[in-house]
Every structure is written in C-alpha cells, then in structure tokens.
C-alpha cells in the first residue's frame, strides 16, 4: 500500500510543472474570467453585481445576430465534410500529378487568415476579380456586393473560410484512407461492389473517427476561431450583419470599454464549447461502435 | 532509491520556480477603476537626470503622410538636446490603437505618451484612469496657446486632459478641372444642399463619378454625422442633451441628417462600389482622377493640392440643409496626446508634449506632414496652400464642433456605421434609422450608467465656444 501511494505521488509530481502550467495558462484566466463578469470596479473598489452583465449581454440584440452568426457558420461544416471525402477520394485513386494535388490543396490552410482576408476583401469587391469573370462569362445578373450586403456578407465570409480550412481535412482523410486494409477493398469487390458502394460500406465507416474529430475541430473553428475573418473583411459590418460571438466580445472589450459584459459573453461562449463537447462525448461511445 | 528522491526533488526545485515566476502576474492588480480615479499626476515628480526612456505610442501616418518622418526627425533632436533621455516613438496601426493600449493599461505598462482620437476617444481613458492630466504639469498661460474650442474636446471634469497633436480639419475635397468638365463655376463649389445634389446630377452627366470615398470598413459613419449631423443644432449642448436621455434622436432636429445621407445616395453622389471600398481606397479615387470630390483630412487634402496642383484642387465646406447656429459648423477637431497615469516619467512626458509645441517642431510637422499644430504660436505666413490658407480663415468665421468627438462610441459603431451601412445599401429607410439609433442610445444609457454619470461632469464653459 506504502508503494502503491508512493508511486501515485511520484506520477503526480511528474506530471505537476504540467499541471502548474496548465492552472495559470488556462484554470486561472477562466476563473478571473467569471470574477470579471460577476463585479465591477468604481474608485478602486470591485463591487459585485451579480448577473446584471449576463443579462445586458442577453438582451442585447447584437449578441443574438453573433450567436446566430456563428450557427449560421456551422453550416459549413457538412460541406466540408463532404468536400473533403470527394477530393481526398480523388487523390486517393493515384491519379496523375496527385502528390501535386496533395500539396497544392494545403496551400491555403497553412496562410495567415489576415492575408487570405485581404486578398479576398479585392477578390469580393464590387468591380473585383470575381465578379469581373461574372461579367466576362455573361453572368452578371449574379453579380453581387458580396461582402457589401448584409445578405451576402455572412455567407461570403463562410466561402473564405471554407476555401482555407478545406485542405486540412483533405489531407486528414486522405492520411485515414492510406491506413485501410487493402483486404476490406478486396473482399468489397469479390462482393460486387461498385466506387460509391465501397466508399459508403467500406471507406465512410472506416473514417468515422476521423470525420467525427474533424467535425469537432471544425466546430470549435466556427465558434471562436473566424474573429480574424471578420475584422479583416467586414469590421462586422455591413449593418452588423457579420458580427460572432468573438467580434462582440472584442467590441465589447476595447472600443466600448464593456469589460464586464465582454467577460459575461466569453463566459456563455465557454459555456456552450463545453456544452457542445459534452454532447460530442455522449455520442462518441456510439461512433466507435461502428468502426472496426 | 536516493536518485529517484534526488529527481523528485529537483522536479519540485523546477515547480518552485516556475511558480514564483509566474507569481507575479497571477498578482496583477484588479481591474482597472471605471471612474475618474485619484490621479496619481497630482504627485510632484522630480525630473529625472539619469538615463531612462521615454515610450511615445503614436499614430497619424495614415492621414498625414510624412507624420513618421517628422517624429523620427523630431524624436532625434530632442535626444540631441536631452542626452541622457532615449525616446522610443513607435507607429500604431489603425485597428490596434485602442486595443495595444487597452491591453497595456490593464498590465500597468506601456507608453509614457500615448496618441488618442480627441474628445470623447480620449476622455474614455481619462475615465477609465489610464490618463494624467496634462493641466497638472502644463500652466494655464501654457494651455492658452490651444484655441479654446480644441481645447474643449479634451477638457473634462475642470482638467485639461490631452494636448492636441495636430488638428485635422475635415473637409471635401474638389477637383476644379472636373467641376469645368460639368458646366459648373470650379471656383464656387455649392453652398446649399441643393445646389450639391444638382452638382452630383451634372457630374455624373458629363460621366464623372461625383464622391469617392469607401464604406466597407465603416470609417465613413462617424464622417457622414459629424459633416451634417449637426445642422439643426444650436449648442453643444443639445447633443448632450440627446446624451443624457433629455431629447430622443428621433425628433426632427436630431433625425433629419438620416434623410439628408438618403439624398446623396438617391441622387448617385457616391461612387456604385462605395460599400466595396474602404475609406482609403474609395479617398484614392479621387487622386487617380475616377472622382471629383472626396472627403479628407486637412494635411491630406494639403498634400493633393501640392500633388495635383493649386490649380486642379479645390476644398469646399460642407453644404447648408439645416437651420440651426451651428448649420455651417466647421470640423477642425484634433488628435490628441495624453501622458498615461502610470507612467513613471510624467513631468518628463510633460516636457516632450511642450518640446512638440515649440516653434520650429511645430514647423518641422508642417513641413515634414502638412500637419497644423492647432497652437497660438503657429505662425500663418507658414502655410504653403490654398487649402491651409483657407481653413485657417474659416476657423475666425465659423463655429467649431466635429460631432464624432462628443458621442458615446456605441453610437458610432452600431448607430452611425452600422445603420449608415443598411442606409446606403438601400436597407433601411431613414426612420427606421432614426429609430434604431435612438433605441441603441437608450441601450447605451442602461449598459453604462457610469458613462452617463461622466457626461453630466463634462460641462463646457460657454466662453470656450464664444457663447
């Protein structure tokens, strides 16, 4: 018993400067986080006030349009799904030029987003490149304000942020797919199986933890990691149209001076990554079941 | 058994370590005061004679070219002149101004002199107890030299609390040989609304391009208000009356600049991918010669008329819709430097901003940035353009106010942005805009009733605007 204590304390200090490291990076801001949005400080003094700034947060309409917004991004993420099966399938079958392909595809993720803003912020404009061949190709009834209507504003910044995060989960899927065993593909085809029926019976169930961590990064991308996006393209704008949940915490923050709401509002972004994780969590003992 | 003991108790030494590292910054103090705190500016420093350094955060390059040069060129003669002080004056970016700073008066440490947007953008942080009182260190005899209604922008609760930079006159900006191309007089720009709509209709009839500017980044909205926002006012203080919830943005008085904006739209004044361009790009129209009129700071359009000729530009106020005194108010705000409350180098940050206002420093900007020192001392027979001539002769002929400089920010950003941004996309009309911002005021007012409480102590003496 001595030395199964003995052991368990040696462990723990092993794993101490981790956990010391841990507490102030991350345990600390979030409880000082809480603090803030719990009290305020007038003459040097910190007074609590309770859940006043939480509701101010509720109640403010531009919370809502974020929150919406980052929802509203969610729905990028079947698409890149989908986008990646199809590419890393493509460049799986060996096709000619496909290292080429590999490496072309992954160009865009490892870009800074705020140069991939600007760059598109020309791209989108009014007379930009895009809608120039619009017009060159006789489409100019679709051409558009793309990031200058509130409309089309939210949905531009998702087709940015689609085109850049797409080559990590060609690559991911594609490094899963090399993994397979050759005899599941094998025995597939003994059977009769067609492309679609071997990505669907054999590669897809194969993939399911891949595709499920690749949903989960994704998610907490939408969430609270698209701020740059937004204050490079948009500013939020047009008419606050492109507002997320990061973009009114910073507004909040410095221009306003709202630290106290601003800390309330990363509490509930918090909370809801957390409570998206524990949904995550349940499913997940389903998930594996299906993979062999 | 006694090396396992020995390593766990150097991984313990590491862990002790760390912690005590790290101790310091989990004691940072709380956060920081939200009302006016005891300033620490009140203590009489005595003024250092060993080396130290001096950190100036500024900004001005982006509407000022030549701002840089200038601070390098001015930085470098005052180490001349003070060896043992080493001045660091670094450049911000537009977008990080205010969050660098922020984040630097959270940790207690940052600037000594840090550069603010005036008025209100730099009363927030006299509030929140980031700032020192320049009027501490400066006399009044000093503080004199800025022309009382500058000075105003920054003076709060009885202190002076920011030393003007440069004034930035804000203006439009004409191109004379446009305005001929039109059929119309390049030497009597319209004074009227009327006469600027049946401007834009003949301009763009000749196939010009009336206004260039850009929307996309929002800069425009706090531009558009201060322009002609304030026609219908009287005083100051009906806009801190619509402050403090005694007027609603709704009355006619308040809300009829929504409608006046709506004009210019209708009447195709902007260019068709103004919510395409940000401020810059859309300003660079003009300077390509796409536009015929823009908006733009004094040291800029100084430097149009220097690039393109006296000849080619011209620079224009703002045309009369509205019937208040102040419906030919001109903007000649300024841009404001302020010493930081914890700073340890006060009295001398209080030095440098005097050294700034000296004759020949103020020269050198001038020259250097085409930036107006707004101070007594600055001497007229400097100018070199029509344009500075001209501003300079309309400060002694019309009232100063540039509204942007004494709203709450919120109405900015969600209000004069935001709805301004639906209002040119052709979104919302100008009563849902009125509404709107009426409803964002009254959110503003319950968020922050420490703010309000600051906007009832801002109380201008009436002589400062010759009232």
């Known amino acids: ?292 | 058994m006694n090396k396992k003991l020995l390593f766990v108790l150097s991984l313990l030494i590491m862990a002790s370590m760390m912690l005590s590292a790290c101790g310091g910054a989990a004691q940072q103090p709380a956060a920081q005061t939200e009302a006016p705190a005891a300033t620490e500016a009140s203590e009489v420093q005595e003024p250092a004679s060993e080396p130290f350094t001096l950190t100036v955060w500024y900004w001005g390059e982006q509407e000022a070219p030549g701002m840089q040069d200038f601070m390098e060129a001015a930085v470098q003669t005052y180490m001349d002149e003070n060896p043992h002080i080493t001045v660091n004056a670094v450049l911000q970016e537009s977008d990080s101004l205010y969050p660098a700073f922020r984040a630097a008066a959270e940790a207690k440490e940052g600037p000594d002199i840090q550069f603010f947007w005036g008025g209100v953008f730099t009363l927030e942080d006299a509030w929140l107890g980031n700032l020192a009182p320049i009027s501490d260190y400066w006399s009044a005899e000093e503080l004199e030299n800025i022309p009382a209604g500058q000075r105003a922008e920054t003076f709060w609760d009885g202190k002076q609390w920011g030393v003007p930079f440069y004034q930035i006159g804000t203006f439009w900006a004409y191109n004379k040989t446009m305005f001929a191309q039109a059929g119309l007089d390049p030497e009597n720009p319209p004074q009227t609304w009327d006469e600027w709509l049946n401007a834009c209709d003949s301009l763009r009839a000749a196939g010009i391009t009336p206004i260039g500017t850009g929307f996309k980044d929002g800069w425009l909205g706090g531009w558009m208000v201060s322009y002609i926002g304030q026609q219908n006012f009287n005083s100051i203080d009906d806009l801190m009356a619509a402050v403090r919830g005694e007027k609603s943005l709704t009355e006619p008085m308040y809300a009829e600049w929504w409608a006046r904006w709506k004009d210019l739209v209708d009447r195709k004044c902007f260019n068709d991918d103004i919510m395409s361009l940000d401020l810059y790009q859309g300003q660079a129209l003009f300077e390509q010669e796409q536009a015929a009129m823009t908006n733009h700071v004094q040291p800029y359009i100084a430097v149009l008329e220097r690039k393109m000729g006296k000849d080619v530009v011209g620079i224009m106020r703002t045309p009369v819709y509205g019937t208040g005194k102040y419906n030919n108010a001109i903007g000649i705000p300024v841009q404001t430097l302020a010493i930081t409350s914890f700073s340890p180098h006060k009295e001398e940050a209080a030095e440098f901003l005097r050294f700034l206002h000296r004759e020949d420093i103020m020269k050198l900007m001038y020259e250097k940035a085409g930036a107006v020192t707004p101070d007594s001392r600055f001497k007229p027979e400097w100018f070199n353009t029509n344009s500075d001539t001209a501003i300079n002769k309309w400060t002694s002929e019309y009232p100063l106010f540039w509204y942007q400089y004494y709203y709450p920010p919120i109405w900015e950003s969600e209000g004069a942005i935001a709805l301004g941004q639906l209002l040119v996309a052709g979104e919302l009309t100008p009563e849902e805009a009125a509404t709107r911002w009426q409803e964002i005021a009254d959110k503003n007012r319950r968020e922050n009733p420490q703010q309000l409480d600051n906007y009832t102590k801002w109380v201008l003496p009436p002589e400062m605007f010759g009232e």
């Not at chain 1, 462990?11 to 101490?16: I, K, P, R």
């Not at chain 1, 949005?37 to 309770?50: A, F, N, P, Y």
């Open chain 1, 1 to 292: 018993m001595h030395r199964s204590f003995q052991s368990k304390l040696t462990a723990y200090l092993y794993l101490s400067p981790a956990l010391i490291l841990i507490t102030l990076v991350f345990v600390y801001p979030v409880f000082d986080l809480i603090r803030r949005s719990l009290s305020r400080v007038v003459d040097g003094e910190t007074i609590w006030t309770g859940l006043v700034a939480y509701q101010n947060a509720l109640r403010d309409p531009i919370f809502w349009t974020s929150f919406s917004n980052n929802l509203r991004l969610f729905i990028s993420i079947p698409i890149l799904v989908l986008l990646s099966l199809v590419f890393s399938s493509l460049i799986f079958e060996r096709v000619h030029g496909w290292r080429i392909y590999r490496s072309l595809v992954f160009i865009p993720y490892v870009l800074a987003i705020p140069v991939v803003g600007i760059v598109f912020s020309y791209i989108l404009q009014a007379n930009g490149v895009f809608n120039q061949i619009l017009r060159a190709t006789g489409l100019d009834s679709l051409t558009r304000e793309w990031l200058g209507s509130s409309a089309t504003a939210i949905w531009s910044i998702m087709f940015v942020v689609i085109w850049k995060e797409l080559g990590f989960g060609i690559v991911l899927f594609l490094a899963r797919m090399s993994s397979i065993s050759e005899e599941l593909y094998d025995a597939a085809k003994l059977d009769g199986a067609g492309w679609w029926q071997q990505m669907a019976y054999v590669t897809i169930p194969q993939m399911t933890t891949v595709i499920e961590f690749y949903i989960i990064v994704n998610m907490i991308t939408m969430l609270s990691w698209v701020f740059s996006y937004v204050l490079v393209m948009t500013k939020g704008g047009p008419g606050n149209s492109t507002w997320v949940l990061e973009y009114f915490i910073y507004q909040k923050a410095f221009p306003y001076s709202q630290m106290q709401i601003a800390s309330a509002a990363a509490v509930l972004l918090l909370s809801f990554a957390l409570l998206l994780m524990f949904l995550q969590a349940r499913l997940r003992p389903k998930a594996e079941g299906l993979e062999g």
